[in-house]
């Protein structure tokens, strides 16, 4: 797929989150970050985990394919093979805590 541009992809975070109405801290409290670190990925500052990556997408029902590559793919969240591996990630993640 290509290298990931952290700059792009903190963009479409941003962006995301704005269409969704959400502040920094509702996305931080609901994908278990500081509120800073919302900011320094958005920014591109830091870079996130995958975990992290997963969590923030799940919360704002959005599609990892486009967060991360700018690729948009539309599809049931029942039935979409990105979904199930953005949850699957999720599960495990929580299963270690």
């Known amino acids: 797929m290509g290298d990931v541009r952290y700059d792009e992809m903190g963009e479409r975070i941003r962006n995301r989150r704005r269409e969704l109405g959400m ?14 670190f919302v900011g320094h990925i958005e920014r591109a500052l830091k870079i996130p985990s995958i975990e992290t990556v997963a969590r923030i997408c799940s919360c704002m029902d959005a599609s990892m394919v486009y967060i991360v590559y700018g690729r948009k793919q ?23 805590r």
Request: one cysteine or more; a negative charge.
């Open 23 to 36: 502040a920094q801290g509702m996305l931080a409290e609901a994908a278990e970050i500081s509120i800073s």
């Open 74 to 96: 539309a599809c049931d969240r029942e039935r979409c093979p990105v979904y199930r591996d953005i949850q699957a990630v999720l599960d495990a993640y929580s299963d270690k």
